[in-house]
């Protein structure tokens, strides 16, 4: 008969449990590649999205993966629909094209239902880095010399 210390069944329970968590979460598809042996979908990455915005395609509410820096998404190849919704701004959507083993990448962007107005006032720091930036002169495109920029308007040289 084979003698066993504690360590030793501690360790080989942990590799056993181990072994079996991961058979049981590869079962359920969550360790799979869905691109893997010609998966059937496609995917949306939507970046600089977070766990509290609720996203749809095609009117219905999805679950999303967390991905680096944002969201990922499963979905059938074709032309898709994509909203996010987000508390105090307006939905974002986007409709995009979806093909088989591809992922497309999505960057929304959100404005305020209430935008905050406030008059900007002189002694306000940000009064001046404005006024700075209307002061600097032009820069001159390259792709275009001939244009020239008087009073604010595009005036082609003759």
Avoid: C
């Avoid at 504690?6 to 991961?22: A, P, R």
């Avoid at 219905?60 to 680096?68: D, L, W, Y």
């Amino acid at each position: 008969m084979l003698l066993m210390t504690t360590n030793t069944k501690q360790t080989l329970f942990i590799i056993g449990g181990i072994v079996i968590l991961m058979f049981i979460l590869s079962r359920g598809g969550m360790l799979k590649n869905p691109f893997a042996s010609g998966g059937d979908r496609g995917a949306v990455v939507l970046n600089g999205v977070s766990a509290k915005e609720r996203i749809f395609v095609d009117n219905v509410a999805q679950e999303s993966q967390r991905t680096t820096g944002g969201r990922l998404i499963y979905v059938t190849p074709g032309q898709r629909d994509v909203l996010i919704s987000k508390e105090g701004y307006w939905p974002w959507l986007k409709q995009v094209s979806v093909e088989k083993g591809q992922a497309v990448q999505l960057s929304p962007f959100f404005f305020r239902q209430q935008p905050v107005l406030e008059e900007l006032q002189q002694d306000d720091p940000e009064y001046d880095a404005l006024v700075a930036l209307t002061e600097k002169k032009p820069i001159r495109n390259p792709r275009y010399p001939h244009v020239k920029r008087k009073n604010g308007y595009a005036m082609e040289k003759r």
